[in-house]
């Protein structure tokens, strides 16, 4: 088999579902063992939009998305990213791409 075979075979095991972040919506692949984790990253990324919300003035959702990436990013760089594993890393530059992808970036 070849590695485009391969890759076909991947992209069929993968499963769509539908995550929100802020006020959107965005339809993704994961693979079915992932959506589980997905979910639970969503959910701390929501949180935290919540919660940027509450504590820091903004313009609009852009601003506070933006504060989750560098909190996120923070995290990883400071060695605390024990909520933040490998898998939401994965998950998280998905949904970057399909983000910039969605703005024309």
């Known amino acids: 088999m070849n ?49 940027f919300k509450t504590e820091f003035a903004g313009k609009d959702m852009q601003d506070y998305v933006s504060m989750v990436l560098l909190w996120y990013a923070t995290q990883l760089q400071s060695g605390k990213s024990t909520v933040l594993e490998k898998n939401l890393t994965e998950a998280l530059a998905k949904m970057e791409g399909q983000l910039n992808k969605t703005l024309g970036l």
């Open 3 to 51: 590695k485009f075979n391969i890759n076909i075979q991947q992209m069929q095991t993968l499963i769509a579902i539908n995550i929100g972040i802020g006020d959107r919506t965005y339809r993704i692949r994961v693979a079915p063992e992932d959506e589980e984790q997905v979910r639970k990253t969503i959910k701390i990324i929501n949180d935290k939009i919540i919660e």
